[in-house]
């Protein structure tokens, strides 16, 4: 009878420590800017500037345009002096604003290839539009219709390099040849010495009416309590008075 075998045990294989695997060389991960790249915003800088700038230039061209069909329609014009709108100066001899002239056209319809030729080409290529200058140094040619539009501008320019403060910005406008050559008309301030010279002082009733009105002032003077107002009004009363007795003496 064989003898009996025991079974042999498996024996469990040693485990090596495993040995730590090399990585090899990473590759370069390209990393794009969150704007793009240079030569993008470059490109779209580029872009916004060139369609920025078209615009501005088309609209100038427009303005240059109904200026030119203005100035043609109111060629020789006595009361815009052909601008074809009427520029308002204040004492200091600054324009103050702009309203369209109240006289009719000379012409009713010009021609395409004369307004063409007269807002592209000239010295008053610009003449009748209006610009803007500020004392920083920045300004802006004549483009503009009218001063609204101008002083729209103006601010704009003051809200972003001045903080939406004045700095003495002002607008002006180009004006033709004939306009320019015309003496300036200040108007004259309304004041009770020039109200009483309207009165004809050569007749006994012009001294009479000069002399009722200075009593009026004269009044109102004294109801506001200046003394000073109230003597020279009524020394002002008691020489018409007597220039009108003279005058009644001759016969006039």
């Not at 045990?9 to 390209?30: D, E, F, H, V």
């Not at 500037?49 to 060629?75: G, N, P, V, Y």
Request: hydrophobic share 30%.
């Amino acid at each position: 009878m064989p003898a009996k075998t025991t079974p042999k045990k498996p024996t469990t294989r040693k485990r090596t420590t495993a040995r730590r695997k090399k990585l090899g060389a990473r590759k370069p991960i390209a990393r794009t800017p969150k704007g793009g790249s240079p030569i993008d915003r470059l490109g779209a800088w580029m872009a916004i500037r060139i369609a920025t700038h078209a615009q501005e230039h088309m609209a100038t061209t427009m303005s240059r345009k109904d200026a030119a069909i203005l100035r043609i329609t109111h060629e020789g014009c006595p009361t815009c002096h052909g601008n074809g709108q009427i520029f308002t100066k204040g004492k200091d001899g600054n324009f103050t604003g702009s309203k369209p002239c109240p006289a009719k056209p000379k012409t009713q319809k010009v021609s395409r290839i004369r307004v063409a030729m007269a807002a592209r080409f000239g010295a008053e290529k610009s003449a009748g539009l209006i610009g803007w200058t500020c004392p920083c140094g920045s300004k802006e040619k004549p483009r503009y219709r009218d001063a609204k539009e101008a002083t729209k501008a103006l601010r704009a320019h003051e809200t972003k390099k001045h903080g939406g403060k004045t700095v003495g910005g002002a607008w002006y406008a180009q004006v033709t040849e004939q306009s320019a050559l015309q003496p300036s008309q200040q108007p004259t301030p309304k004041t009770k010495e020039n109200a009483m010279k309207k009165h004809s002082l050569d007749t006994s009733a012009g001294n009479e009416a000069a002399a009722a009105r200075a009593d009026g002032y004269a009044e109102e003077a004294r109801q506001e309590g200046n003394a000073s107002d109230v003597e020279m009004y009524e020394g002002f009363a008691r020489e018409a008075r007597r220039v009108a007795a003279t005058l009644a003496a001759k016969g006039e």
